[in-house]
C-alpha cells in the first residue's frame, strides 16, 4: 500500500486550528451542531438541483441526515445524501480553514427562494477537533463515480485519497480522544445526551436527523405489561418545522402555550403570544412571549435577559441579551434571521446594523402588545404588571428619563380615590378642574401611606393622590418630571399646599410672627431645616415635610442600600396652626422655654414614628413623656 503524502493546510493552519479549538467556542457540544448544519447545506444543494435536474432520483422525502453511535471503536458518524465532494472541493473546502463552499453556493444562488444555506464561514468543521483526535470525510459528490477520502488527526495536515463509496454524498467520522481526568469524552457515545444536543441545536434543520437508538417496547405475544424487550429502531431527532416559520393563523394558542412550556420551562400559560414575520431592512420572524409571572430569580442578580436567536432553524445563542432592553428583559422567545452577520464561529454576534434593526423593532411590538393588553385585558395587565411593574419604571428612573416616552403610558401607579392602580393618563382625565399638579405620597405600604398626616386634607379636598410604595417609585416620577405637561408634587413637600392666594398671606404673616418660637425650637433639634405653621393638617397637630429633591422616603430607601449612602432630606417640622398644641407652644414660649423645647421634641419625635422614621434617643423621649405626664 503506498503511503499517502500528507498535505498541509494553506492558512497559518496550526494557529488557526488553535483558535478553533481553544478560542473561538465557548461550549465544544457546538461541534455537532455545526457538522449538522454542514449536513443540511449539502443536501440543500442537491435539493436544489433536483429542482431543475431530472436525472437526481431522490425526493425531498428521502433527503435525510444520520448519526451513528460506535462504543466500541468511540466513533461518532454523521452522515448525509447531499451534493458531496470531488477530491478538489475536499482539498479546497477542508484544506483551506475559513474557505466555505456554502458561502459561495448561496453567493451564485442568492436570488433563489427555495434554498437556505446555513453554513457562511467554512470553519465550523474544525470545531470537532475539540473533541476529535481524528476525523475522516468519506466522500462522493453527485455526478462523479469516484469517492475520495480526507483525513486528518489536527494542525499536521491531512491525506486525500481515493475511496469506494456507493452513495453520493457525504460521511464524517469523529473518532473521539480518549478520556482524561478533566475531560470525559465518551459522554458523546450516550444516545440521550446526542438526542439533546441535537433537540437543543439542531431541532429545526429541515431535513430528518435519524439515529439507531434502543427503545423498550412489548413483545409481540407479551401477556403483561412487563414482558418487554429492548430493540433498536431508527428514530428522527428533530422536529424539522419551526412553530414560528407556520402561519399565525395556522397555530393554535394551546399549541404556543405548549411550545412555551417546553422551551422556556414555565407551565403556566404566557399572559400574551407575539407571533411576527417581517420584511424589509431586515427580514426575521420572531416569537415572543409575555409570561404571567415573574421567576423566582427575576430581580437577582443571577436572572439572565435574552432571546433565543436562530439562523435558517439552526440555535446560535441560547440568549441574546442585545435584542432586548432591560426594561423588557422578562419577554421570553426567540428570533431566527438570516441576516444577521455572525463572526468566525457562528456562536457570537458582529454588532451589526441588522442585529440593531431587529432589537429595535422588537421593542415597538412589545410596546404596542402591552398597550394593547392594558386597553383590552385590563385585568391580565393588572396582573402582569403585579409581576414586572417594577422593571418598567426601573427602566424609567436607570436611563435617567431618557426612556420615558416610551414607558410612562404603561406605568401605574397606587390611585386614593380608586382604591387600585391607575395609569397617569386616567389620573390626567380625571384631575379637578384648574388642578396644574399630579400629587403623589410616599410610604412603606398603601396603608401607612394613607395614615399619613400630609394625605388628610388633600383626601378632604377630594383631590386624587397617587400612593407610591415601592422603592423605585420617586426615582421614577423625578425621571418623569411631568406627563402632559402637568408637573408631579410630593404632598410631604413644604411648598406643595393647598391654601388659596388670601390662606397662604395669612398664614405667612402668622410664620412671620412667630419666628423667634421657631427659632428656639429649631434650637433644641438636630437635622431639622425649619420649623413652621401650616394649613395642611386638618385633626393631626404635626407632620414632617422636606425642602428640595430628596423626600423623606427616599432617605430610607438610600441609606438601606449596600452602599449606605448618606443622603440627607432638609427636613421641616410643621405645626398644625388650628390645632390647640399652637397655642400651648405660644403659651411655653412667653412662659417657659425649657418646657417649650421638651415639647418641640415630643412632636418632632411623633412626626418621625408617623412617618416610619427611626428615633435617635427613644430613652429621653420616653422620659420627656413621662415627665410631662407626671405633672
Not at 425526493?59 to 478538489?88: S, Y
Not at 470525510?137 to 491531512?158: E, F, H, M, P, Q
Not at 470525559?184 to 445526551?193: A, C
Not at 418487554?228 to 393563523?249: A, C, F, G, Y
Amino acid at each position: 500500500m503506498v503511503k499517502m503524502k500528507k498535505r498541509q493546510f494553506q492558512t497559518e493552519s496550526k494557529k488557526i486550528l488553535d483558535l478553533m479549538i481553544n478560542s473561538v467556542y465557548s461550549n465544544r457540544d457546538i461541534f455537532l451542531r455545526e457538522l449538522v448544519s454542514n449536513a443540511s447545506d449539502a443536501v440543500d444543494k442537491l435539493y436544489y438541483k433536483s429542482l431543475t435536474d431530472d436525472s437526481v432520483k431522490l425526493d425531498k422525502d428521502e433527503f435525510c441526515i444520520k448519526i451513528d453511535i460506535d462504543k466500541e471503536e468511540r466513533t461518532l458518524t454523521i452522515t448525509d445524501n447531499g451534493i458531496g465532494m470531488t477530491e478538489e472541493e475536499l482539498d479546497q473546502n477542508l484544506g483551506i480553514i475559513a474557505k466555505s463552499g456554502s458561502s459561495l453556493f448561496k453567493e451564485m444562488h442568492e436570488k433563489e427562494k427555495d434554498i437556505s444555506i446555513i453554513g457562511q464561514f467554512g470553519v465550523g468543521f474544525y470545531s470537532a477537533f475539540m473533541v476529535a483526535k481524528e476525523i475522516k470525510v468519506l466522500s462522493k459528490a453527485y455526478g462523479s463515480d469516484d469517492a475520495y477520502l480526507w483525513v486528518s488527526n489536527g494542525a499536521d495536515g491531512y491525506t486525500v485519497e481515493k475511496a469506494s463509496k456507493e452513495d453520493v454524498g457525504t460521511e464524517i467520522t469523529v473518532i473521539l480522544k480518549d478520556n482524561t481526568d478533566n475531560d470525559n469524552y465518551d459522554e458523546y457515545l450516550e444516545t440521550r445526551r446526542i438526542e439533546g444536543i441535537i433537540k437543543k441545536y439542531s431541532d429545526y434543520v429541515k431535513y430528518p436527523i435519524i439515529m439507531r437508538v434502543e427503545e423498550t417496547r412489548l413483545k409481540d405475544d407479551a401477556e403483561d405489561e412487563n414482558d418487554t424487550e429492548k430493540v433498536l429502531e431508527d428514530k428522527v431527532l428533530n422536529s424539522m418545522i419551526p412553530i414560528w416559520k407556520r402561519n399565525s393563523d395556522e397555530v393554535t394558542q394551546e399549541e404556543y402555550n405548549a411550545f412555551y412550556s417546553d422551551k422556556f420551562y414555565d407551565f403556566d400559560a404566557p399572559a400574551k403570544t407575539l407571533h411576527n414575520s417581517v420584511e424589509g431592512q431586515v427580514a426575521y420572524n420572531s416569537l415572543l412571549f409575555i409570561p404571567s409571572h415573574a421567576p423566582y430569580d427575576y430581580y437577582t442578580k443571577e436572572y439572565e435577559k435574552g432571546l433565543q436567536l436562530y439562523s435558517n432553524g439552526v440555535l446560535i445563542m441560547d440568549k441574546c441579551s442585545d435584542l432586548l432592553p432591560d426594561y423588557f428583559s422578562f419577554v421570553k422567545g426567540l428570533v431566527d434571521s438570516e441576516d444577521i452577520s455572525l463572526n468566525l464561529s457562528r456562536e457570537m454576534l458582529q454588532q451589526d446594523r441588522q442585529l440593531k434593526l431587529i432589537a429595535k423593532s422588537l421593542e415597538k411590538k412589545i410596546k404596542s402588545a402591552l398597550e394593547e393588553m392594558l386597553e383590552e385585558d385590563r385585568v391580565n395587565y393588572e396582573k402582569f404588571f403585579e409581576a414586572f411593574g417594577m422593571q418598567l419604571k426601573y427602566g424609567v428612573y436607570s436611563s435617567y428619563g431618557m426612556n420615558k416616552d416610551t414607558l410612562k403610558d404603561l406605568l401605574m401607579f397606587y390611585s386614593s380615590k380608586e382604591k387600585k392602580r391607575i395609569t397617569l393618563k386616567e389620573y390626567v382625565e380625571n384631575m379637578k378642574e384648574g388642578q396644574e399638579k399630579i400629587y403623589y405620597a410616599s410610604g412603606e405600604s398603601l396603608e401607612k401611606i394613607d395614615l399619613l398626616p400630609n394625605v388628610e386634607r388633600f383626601k378632604e379636598k377630594d383631590y386624587e393622590v397617587l400612593y407610591l410604595c415601592d422603592y423605585v417609585d420617586e426615582f421614577t416620577i423625578q425621571a418623569l418630571m411631568d406627563y402632559e405637561d402637568k408637573k408631579f408634587a410630593n404632598v410631604a413637600s413644604e411648598d406643595v399646599t393647598l391654601d388659596t392666594p388670601e390662606e397662604k398671606e395669612a398664614l405667612d404673616k402668622k410664620n412671620e410672627e412667630a419666628k423667634g418660637m421657631f427659632d428656639l425650637m429649631k434650637e433644641s433639634l438636630v437635622g431639622v431645616k425649619n420649623v413652621k405653621f401650616t394649613n395642611k393638617l386638618k385633626n393631626h397637630p404635626v407632620c414632617l415635610s422636606t425642602e428640595g429633591a430628596i423626600s423623606l422616603e427616599m432617605e430610607k430607601i438610600m441609606k438601606s442600600m449596600p452602599t449606605g449612602e448618606e443622603v440627607k432630606a432638609d427636613i421641616v417640622l410643621e405645626i398644625n396652626e388650628k390645632h390647640p398644641i399652637a397655642d400651648k407652644l405660644h403659651e411655653l414660649y412667653i412662659s417657659d422655654k425649657e418646657a417649650l423645647a421638651d415639647y418641640t421634641k415630643i412632636l418632632y419625635n411623633q412626626a418621625r414614628l408617623i412617618e416610619g422614621l427611626s428615633i435617635d434617643n427613644p430613652t429621653e423621649l420616653t422620659n420627656l413623656i413621662c415627665d410631662l405626664m407626671s405633672k
